[in-house]
């Protein structure tokens, strides 16, 4: 579907607050965070950012103008559940933002049929972007300085007229790209929207290479464009390893057992899929690192119960923690687990279990090819994502630039 050049063009001034800022001496304009492309980690990086501001600014405020995936919360200003971005919820509750409210900091939500009511002419770009400028304006005038999420890359949200760079525009904020690649395209679009590019931070290097990624693209960033390398984020392998909490959403499904553990995480190349005897199996959860996810058929019956009894042989003789995991898999329409074999988990608490609806193959690639994110619930790895990013991250350089009238 497209949307008619005439639609594109039209534009509207920018909020009051973002005028304020852009003319201000005293605080740097806002910072509007965008990735050149899907999983680059923008939400992580924002966390970072969040903290670092927070240890500079008494009140640091925080939107996301355009939102997809969204949750409902309670607003006690209106007095009722609405919905926001699920990330708003992440930054709001874990860094204690009291100071704003739950309705200004996710004006636009993108659900399932909202292009098609825009297309329709339901939906207007000018009600878009009144409710996106009246939300900066209340967040802004509450705060020192504003860090917005933006939606995807650059130009996400372009089909019904608000994509990133636009949007950064019309609040008159400096964009700050997260990336790995594919930084030209983003780059000349914040170009055509009058949109200073902050700087780059280039997330996910590999430690090997990272003295040498880290030389090369800041001259070839400065040279090119004359646009600084602000961070520069070795990869860190724990922060994509989903964690059981994951592969509960992931499967629609809950733990059958050892639920104190939903927020341990596997990773993805430690996974053991079972098809020998069950004496082999022992031996390798015996042998094995103690934190693997094994995966049998619903139809290894023996499979199943040797890894309840190693779990009790395990607790009895106090060896290492217990820290595998087992997914049972079976198609819903073929085969199920015999009640007889269910009623055996009770009791089993630290000793997680997950029933499953596909077939082994099936669940292997859905793992594989999924990608966690980070949620308010799973506060270890949102730490730990805080205390790796933030230290990479140059905001002196970053506030300059932010501060700058240029």
Same mark, same amino acid.
Request: net charge positive.
């Given at each position: 579907m497209f949307v008619s050049a005439s639609i594109m063009t039209?534009?509207?001034?920018?909020?009051?607050?973002a005028r304020l800022l852009s003319t201000s001496n005293n605080r740097p304009r806002p910072i509007f965070v965008a990735a050149t492309k899907q999983h680059v980690g923008k939400t992580t990086t924002s966390l970072a950012l969040m903290s670092g501001l927070q240890k500079r600014f008494e009140k640091v405020g925080f939107i996301k103008p355009v939102g997809q995936q969204h949750v409902k919360v309670y607003s006690p200003a209106l007095s009722r559940e609405?919905?926001?971005? !699920?990330?708003?919820c992440l930054l709001k509750e874990e860094f204690h933002l009291d100071h704003i409210d739950y309705r200004h900091m996710s004006p636009v939500i993108i659900p399932r049929g909202y292009t098609k009511k825009f297309i329709d002419g339901e939906i207007t770009y000018e009600e878009q972007m009144q409710q996106i400028s009246a939300s900066f304006d209340e967040v802004s005038n509450a705060s020192d300085v504003v860090l917005c999420e933006g939606t995807g890359h650059c130009a996400v949200g372009s089909i019904v007229n608000v994509n990133n760079a636009k949007v950064a525009s019309v609040l008159g904020a400096g964009m700050l790209l997260i990336a790995n690649g594919g930084l030209e395209l983003n780059r000349v679009l914040c170009e055509k929207h009058n949109v200073p590019v902050l700087g780059v931070i280039i997330n996910k290097v590999l430690p090997d290479k990272y003295d040498q990624t880290k030389h090369y693209m800041s001259k070839a960033l400065q040279d090119a464009w004359g646009i600084p390398l602000l961070g520069c984020i070795p990869d860190r392998p724990f922060l994509g390893c989903p964690a059981l909490a994951d592969l509960? !959403?992931?499967?629609d499904t809950e733990?059958?057992?050892?639920?104190?553990?939903?927020f341990r995480h596997y990773s993805v190349k430690d996974m053991n899929l079972i098809t020998t005897s069950l004496t082999r199996f022992l031996e390798n959860i015996r042998s094995k690192l103690p934190r693997t996810l094994y995966i049998c058929h619903v139809t290894r019956d023996d499979i199943i119960l040797g890894f309840m009894a190693e779990y009790q042989r395990s607790r009895r003789e106090e060896e290492r923690p217990f820290e595998a995991a087992l997914l049972v898999c079976g198609r819903k329409d !073929?085969?199920?687990m015999a009640d007889e074999v269910r009623d055996m988990f009770e009791g089993l608490e630290e000793a997680p279990v997950m029933v499953v609806g596909y077939s082994t193959h099936e669940a292997m690639q859905m793992i594989h090819d999924y990608t966690p994110k980070l949620n308010i619930d799973d506060k270890n790895r949102v730490r730990k994502a805080v205390e790796h990013y933030e230290p990479y991250i140059d905001f002196e350089q970053l506030l300059h630039r932010a501060s700058s009238k240029e």
């Open positions: 039209r534009r509207i001034a920018p909020s009051s607050a609405i919905r926001v971005d !699920k990330d708003i509960e !959403k992931l499967f733990l059958v057992c050892g639920n104190m553990h939903r !073929k085969y199920q």
